[in-house]
């Protein structure tokens, strides 16, 4: 597959990782090409069979104490978190056909494509297919591009009336926001559609 627009390549395949055998031949063949990438400054991240950046990790993301499963009730331990958008919104394989998390809300949705579907449809018109508008709009607004291991955090979340009105975007670490992001879908997970909620801002110890 040739791939433009990469503002980020992954370490080389750490040939002793289990993961292998549990990919599919498709997945695994475009990351013995590239092992995992950022395309169009932060607009798509597909992750890499590594250990390290851990915020590249595909093992980390379907394994072990941070999986995303395990924080997500409407994902399986089988399924591939193979990449995510910028604003950490998951792009999952399950059974060859990619769904979408929306990691605000936990919404699951199939997008009724296969692999190699989705990345001709990310590559033909990346802007609409991977809802790279906030990302345009932090671009504009700070004159630079999403560093390797950074997502944008929306405040409103855009789950929310307020963002109608417009969001704050800002660049986050990958963990910090899927860990933000799946406990805000925990609490929404208990609301009916209209009903009000807070967002307490709490500072961490670091500031």
């Given at each position: 597959m040739e791939l433009s627009n990469i503002t980020f390549a992954g370490p080389p395949i750490e040939e002793s990782s289990s993961l292998?055998?549990?990919?599919?031949?498709?997945?695994?063949?475009?990351?013995?090409?590239?092992?995992g990438f950022i395309q169009h400054g932060g607009g798509?991240?597909?992750r890499g069979i590594c250990s390290n950046p851990e915020w590249h990790s595909l093992a980390l993301a379907m394994q072990g104490p941070n999986a995303l499963y395990?924080?997500?009730?409407?994902?399986?331990?089988?399924?591939?978190?193979?990449?995510?958008?910028?604003?950490?919104?998951?792009?999952?394989?399950?059974?060859?056909?990619?769904?979408?998390?929306?990691?605000?809300?936990?919404?699951?949705?199939?997008?009724?494509?296969?692999?190699?579907?989705?990345f001709e449809r990310s590559q033909?018109?990346?802007?609409?297919?991977?809802s790279m508008h906030p990302l345009?709009?932090?671009?504009?607004?700070?004159?630079?591009?999403?560093?390797?291991?950074?997502?944008?955090?929306?405040?409103?979340?855009?789950?929310?009336?307020e963002a109608?009105?417009?969001?704050?975007?800002?660049?986050?670490?990958?963990?910090?926001?899927?860990?933000?992001?799946?406990h805000l879908s925990s609490c929404l997970r208990n609301l009916k559609e209209g009903d009000a909620f807070d967002i307490k801002i709490i500072s961490s110890p670091s500031g």
């Open positions: 292998e055998a549990t990919l599919p031949r498709n997945l695994l063949e475009l990351l013995r090409q590239v092992n798509l991240h597909v395990l924080s997500y009730p409407e994902l399986f331990p089988t399924d591939i978190p193979f990449a995510q958008d910028c604003l950490a919104d998951q792009f999952i394989l399950r059974d060859g056909v990619v769904f979408r998390l929306e990691s605000e809300t936990g919404n699951l949705e199939c997008l009724g494509i296969s692999l190699s579907n989705f033909e018109d990346p802007i609409e297919f991977l345009l709009q932090y671009q504009s607004e700070n004159q630079t591009y999403l560093e390797p291991g950074k997502v944008l955090h929306a405040y409103p979340p855009y789950c929310t009336a109608e009105n417009g969001v704050h975007l800002a660049s986050v670490p990958v963990a910090d926001a899927i860990a933000y992001l799946a």
